[in-house]
């Protein structure tokens, strides 16, 4: 209880008698920044001012330097210089490329606007910035965030699933550009522009589910995809119609396969053929035969013939010459006489008539009768 007590005297003390600490000037005047704004959203190719004033106090009588630096997300990487003020001249450390879309708002920082502007934003500028205001003893420093927001683009619309009555339709709506958050919203642009009492919508995906669909379905719709910062849209053409024939269609491909592999075997069988009439007349244009010799003549063979028949009975005596009476004239030997055994025959033996030798030079020979015991009478 005693020390209580002891410890309220000294604060009374204190209060009344000892010096005010707000009125100390040494605590109460100091550089400071005076911007407020934290959070910043801008649409992408716009221009964007990142609020950096400040104040100073006659104790600051350091030089004055102002920095910009960009906070990687990655705790792991350092900060990267963006632009300097220091000693009155600016130091501008960006890439040649970006040497103008990042500059001091003011041409003389040290007025007490140190505030930077990007020109031109791009989706990469988003990201945390910080603002570092220095001059001795003073220093003070301050983040904002910029997130630069992607309009809507390349939005496309489809269909999935069969356009048959009586089936589920899905029409899609997706864009290939755009900051999040996206919603998309389906409209009917024909007939009684109003979405199909079956139809569910979904904002977030873009899909719009239509039941059971029927012929009134039919028409064109329009998706618009939103941000914050723009829209974009697209559209795409439903044609609700009764199902198809599958047997018809089955039918008729099977008949088509049908007659595509006939036309197929007779073309390969004609190729097949001459195939072989082709390699017929070659082997006979290379084929290499003798000529069969021609028959000798018949009327040089029966002259011959009598010929020798003629001198040889002119000098026959009446004792040789029984072998010739019993051959009668009107038989000539045919050229199978004056052949050898083992040649064939070209011609069948053939018989001439009295006439026939006559004509071929033939020359009658009267041989005298003679009794049967071989006396001439």
Known sequence: MTLHLLWLL??????????????????????RITSGEKVFETAQGEKVTLPCTYE????????????????????????EMIIMFSVGRIYNKNHAAEIGRMRFSQSDPSSGDGSLDILHLKSADTGTYQCKVKKAPGVQSKKIQLTVLVKPARTKCSIEGSQ????????????????PLL???????????????????NKNTGELLMKNASKDYSGTYNCVASNRVGTDEC????????????????AGAIIGTLLGLSVLAFLIFCCCKKHREKKYEKEVHHDIREDVPPPKSRSSTARSYIGSNH??????????????????YSQVPSEDFERTPGQNPTFAPSKVAAPNLS???????????????????
């Open 10 to 31: 000294i604060l009374l003390s204190s209060s009344v008698g000892g010096p005010d600490r707000t009125d100390d000037p040494k605590l109460t005047k100091s550089l």
């Open 56 to 79: 100073v106090s006659e104790e600051d009588t350091g030089p004055l330097d102002v920095e910009w630096v960009s906070i990687p997300a990655d705790i792991q990487k350092n900060e």
């Open 164 to 179: 048959e009555i009586g089936k589920d339709v899905i029409l899609k709506c997706a864009s290939q550009e755009g900051s």
């Open 183 to 201: 919603s998309y919203d389906w409209r009917r642009v024909s007939g009684t522009q109003e979405l199909p009492a079956t139809s569910v919508l």
């Open 235 to 250: 559209s795409v053409e439903l044609n609700v119609t009764p199902p198809i024939n599958t047997a018809g269609i089955i």
């Open 311 to 328: 001198s040889s009975l002119g000098s026959m005596s009446p004792s040789n010459m029984e072998g010739y009476i019993k051959t009668p």
């Open 359 to 377: 004509r071929m030079g033939a020359v009658p020979v009267m041989i005298p009768a003679q009794s049967k015991d071989g006396s001439i009478v």
